[in-house]
């Protein structure tokens, strides 16, 4: 089956510091990634739509400028948390759909926890 | 625009007892609709979709789920609860292309009772 994989699953950084997560999708292409966070026993909120080979569609209230996204390729894009703050410390989870599947339900990464001290 | 409602963000069950989960979803375009689930750290995990075949759609580990639009609901049911349900369950909507954004409910967390 369709597989996305999100690395680092686990990041600690300090605080001021900037981390990147990477998503793939391992066996098809994805033309649209999408980043959500996850708090604490809450639901996904959508960050942002991550598009292939232009810039992301950020989500009201979701700072673009502290959240940088980068969809280089099919199979790649980034999120980057500039000047990373404890506020900033939650549960990432990409995901995308296979643009060569009709009906493709979202395939999602394991999360990136990220903890900032 | 789109939403999703899970009633009771809390479910607790017997093994072997039927669980129901909820889900109701506004959508202003033919919704297709999805139920994941989460354990505990990780990420999300495709329980079932609908897409506008059939109504009662099957999904995997014993998961069914029947879309009703008169009730715009998409619940979620089990005949038989495992241990090994105890996650959290989320219902989700979005439109037909790889574009559309897909909106998560709030989430229910299932409890097995032993």
């Known amino acids: 089956g369709a597989v996305v994989s999100q690395h680092p699953s686990r990041v600690i950084c300090k605080s001021g510091t900037s981390v990147k997560i990477e998503c793939r999708s391992l066996?098809?292409?994805?033309?649209?990634m999408f980043w959500y966070r996850q708090f604490p026993k809450k639901s996904l909120m959508l960050m942002a739509t991550s598009n292939e080979g232009s810039k992301a569609t950020y989500e009201q209230g979701v700072e673009k400028d502290k959240f940088l996204i980068n969809h280089a390729s099919l199979t790649l894009s980034t999120l980057t948390v500039t000047s990373a703050h404890p506020e900033d410390s939650s549960f990432y989870i990409c995901?995308?759909?296979?643009?060569?599947?009709?009906?493709?339900?979202?395939?999602f990464g394991n999360g990136t926890r990220l903890t900032v001290t | 625009a789109q939403s999703v409602t899970q009633l009771g963000s809390h479910v607790s069950v017997s093994e072997g007892a039927l669980v129901l989960l909820r889900c109701n979803y506004s959508?202003?375009?033919?919704?297709?609709l999805f139920w994941y689930v989460q354990y505990p750290n990780q990420g999300l995990q495709l329980l079932l979709k609908?897409?506008?075949?059939?109504?009662l759609v099957k999904g995997i580990n014993g998961f069914e789920a029947e879309f009703k639009k008169s009730e715009t609901s998409f619940h979620l049911t089990k005949p038989s609860a495992h241990m090994s349900d105890a996650a959290e369950y989320f219902c989700?909507?979005?439109?037909?292309?790889?574009?559309?954004?897909?909106?998560f409910g709030p989430g229910t967390s299932l409890s097995v009772i032993p």
């Open positions: 609908y897409t506008s075949a059939a109504t």
């Open positions: 066996d098809f292409q994805a033309t649209t």
């Open positions: 989700a909507v979005s439109g037909a292309t790889s574009y559309d954004k897909v909106i």
């Open positions: 995901s995308a759909r296979d643009r060569g599947t009709q009906n493709s339900p979202l395939h």
């Open positions: 959508s202003s375009v033919p919704p297709y």
